[in-house]
């Protein structure tokens, strides 16, 4: 893939790659953990708020706000997801 992608720029492999990490954006993975850390923090949050629903005297209402809160949870973990994914394979999970 690499050596297709270096003829198509028709460069040889080593400029090529040299190119592509001069590119290249390096996050720093306290930035990301930091976001992740929040992230998990908000679904703990709502799963908190979600427990809490049970006092509320409407059914309709209490069904309302949990389908919106469960709502929101899967938004999060869809966006924490490939954070999760990655850190599990840096482990060696």
Same mark, same amino acid.
């Given at each position: 893939?690499?050596?297709?992608?270096?003829?198509? #720029?028709? %460069?040889?492999?080593?400029?090529?790659?040299? !190119?592509? @990490?001069?590119?290249?954006?390096? /996050?720093? $993975?306290?930035?990301?953990?930091?976001?992740?850390?929040?992230?998990?923090?908000?679904?703990?949050?709502?799963?908190?708020?979600?427990?809490?629903? #049970?006092? %509320?005297?409407?059914?309709?209402?209490?069904? !309302?706000? @949990?389908?919106?809160?469960?709502? /929101?949870? $899967?938004?999060?973990?869809?966006?924490?997801?490939?954070?999760?994914?990655?850190?599990?394979?840096?482990?060696?999970?």
């Amino acid at each position: 893939m690499i050596k297709s992608a270096a003829a198509e #720029a028709k %460069m040889a492999i080593g400029p090529f790659l040299a !190119e592509a @990490v001069r590119k290249t954006q390096i /996050v720093r $993975r306290s930035d990301w953990e930091a976001g992740l850390g929040k992230l998990i923090e908000a679904m703990a949050l709502l799963e908190g708020i979600s427990q809490r629903v #049970a006092g %509320m005297p409407d059914p309709l209402d209490r069904i !309302e706000t @949990v389908a919106a809160l469960l709502s /929101v949870e $899967r938004r999060l973990h869809r966006i924490a997801t490939p954070w999760l994914a990655d850190d599990a394979e840096g482990d060696g999970a």
